[in-house]
Structure formats: structure tokens, C-alpha cells
């Protein structure tokens, strides 16, 4: 986390300046953009790219709750004065920058966590009636800075071009006006189960002798994880997911064994407690 995201932001400040212009008809001034890969990378862009020294320097990323993905579990926006998320280092900067970050628009899907942060220069009374009065504009705006400046996120996407969210204009869309369904958004335990034994070249026959599955079932699910990831077959479903991370949260035990797929890290075999779950 200490040698991208901001500098992202100063390489581009022009870009980012002008196009926050466009949100002070509805009184934002300032926005801001996480993508948390499941694979535990981060993209971070703002338009107040003055903040990319003191952010490293006084090592104010180290209490910014927006890069953990647990702070977003279960929600779709933290409101200023709603949420313990916009206390703390929100209100340092805010003393020291003269910005309130108002409110953050949270957004899941299978490739990663997305927060969409809406700022203004001055103090509210009342934040979440300017969420309510902004938010659908801002959804809109988002969308269209997503498209307009693709290739930005493509090329500091940390190897995921190819993620559903990047290459898949609607579902991208879908994705930020938070029009996807629940299981859309990611893979269910045994879907990811059903991919892992995939990675490892069972068959639905097998996986359902190791899973206690039907066949049927086995197969139901693989077919799933394939939709869900925008890919042809199962071959390409279990390349996507290596390569975006998604086999990430079995990787954790450092003694683990790791498969490799391709130079890729997949699965360790003695993490396999999913697997086994119906």
C-alpha cells in the first residue's frame, strides 16, 4: 500500500481536477475511488492529489478504514454522522485540508469491493439529506468517469483487466448504480468450492465424491461460477479466478502448500475445509 494509489492521482491531476468540476452543480466539490481487488491489492484515485505526501509522509493510510473490506461488510454507504468510518482521520483532514468526505457509496460485485467518496470544502448539518439529494448524480457521474477513463484503471489494475468490472460495460454500470443482484456479487462457498476442485482438474464426478454433492449439483454450480465470471467454460473460470484473486482466502496459512496454475497462486491442499461444506 505505500507505492501506488496516490501517485496515480498526482499523475493525473488534471484529469481528475477537471472532471470534479462537474459535480459542483450538486454542491460535491471533491470525489475519491477504491477498488479492493479480492486478491488484496488496491487501487486508490482523488482529485485532491495534494494529499498523496502527507498520506505517506505522516502515514495517514495506516488509519484509513477504506482499505480493509471488512469495514464495508454489509452496507451500501457510510454517511458522515452515521458511520464510524467518517471519524477520526476524516476529521484531521478536514481541519487540516478544509474537506469533509460526506459520504462513501459502497458497491460489491465478484471482482472486488468498490467505494465511491463524495466530498465538499465545507460542513453540513445534515448529511445524510445531501445523500439523499446528490447520490443518484453522483452514481451517474461515476459511471461515466469509469467509461471515459478505462484505460487509467486497466493499466494500474494490478494484472485485472480482464475483471468483469473493467471489461463489462453493463455490468459495470450495474455495479455502481448497485442494480446487481445478491448472488451476482460474488461467488457463493460452494461455487468457490466447486472452482477450486476444478483448478485442481476433478471432475463433477469426483468433486461430488469429495464434497458430498450431486453430480448434478457439482455441475449446476460450476456453470454458475462460469456465468458469474463472464467466461466460456470452466478452464477460462478457473484461469479468471486464479488470476483476479478470488482463491486468495485460502492462501493465508504461509506453510501452506500452493498449487500453481500457470505461475499462478491457486489453492493450498491443506486448507480445504470449504470444499467440504454443502
Request: overall charge positive; glycine content about 6%.
Amino acid at each position: 500500500m505505500k507505492e501506488l494509489p496516490f501517485i496515480i492521482s498526482l499523475a493525473y491531476k488534471d484529469e481528475l481536477g477537471a472532471a470534479a468540476q462537474q459535480l459542483n452543480h450538486i454542491g460535491i466539490n471533491h470525489f475519491s475511488i477504491y477498488l479492493l481487488f479480492k486478491n488484496g491489492k488496491t487501487l486508490v484515485l482523488t482529485d485532491r492529489h495534494e494529499l498523496s505526501i502527507p498520506y505517506y509522509t505522516e502515514k495517514i493510510y495506516v488509519a484509513d478504514k477504506n482499505l480493509k473490506p471488512s469495514t464495508h461488510t454489509g452496507t451500501d454507504v457510510h454517511i458522515r454522522g452515521n458511520s464510524d468510518l467518517l471519524t477520526g482521520i476524516e476529521d484531521y483532514l478536514g481541519e487540516k485540508f478544509n474537506f469533509n468526505w460526506c459520504y462513501y457509496l459502497v458497491r460489491q460485485c465478484v471482482d472486488c469491493t468498490v467505494i465511491l467518496g463524495a466530498g465538499k470544502e465545507e460542513k453540513l448539518s445534515d448529511y445524510k439529506d445531501f445523500y439523499e439529494k446528490t447520490h443518484k448524480i453522483f452514481e451517474n457521474f461515476m459511471v461515466d468517469f469509469f467509461n471515459k477513463h478505462l484505460t487509467l484503471f486497466k493499466t494500474y489494475s494490478h494484472g485485472h483487466q480482464g475483471a468483469s468490472f473493467l471489461k463489462d460495460e453493463s455490468y459495470r454500470r450495474k455495479t455502481i448504480k448497485n442494480c446487481l443482484d445478491r448472488d451476482e456479487r460474488s461467488l457463493s462457498k460452494n461455487e468457490l468450492a466447486c472452482l477450486y476442485w476444478s483448478a485442481l482438474g476433478k471432475s463433477a464426478e469426483e468433486i461430488s465424491i469429495i464434497t458430498g454433492l450431486k453430480k448434478l449439483t457439482v455441475e449446476f454450480y460450476r456453470k454458475q461460477s462460469i456465468k458469474k465470471l463472464h467466461c466460456s467454460n470452466i478452464t477460462h473460470a478457473v484461469y479468471e479466478a486464479t488470476i483476479r484473486g478470488l482463491f486468495t482466502c485460502f492462501t493465508n496459512n504461509e506453510n501452506s502448500i500452493i498449487h500453481t496454475i500457470n505461475s499462478h497462486k491457486v489453492l493450498p491442499t491443506d486448507q480445504c475445509s470449504l470444499a467440504t461444506k454443502n
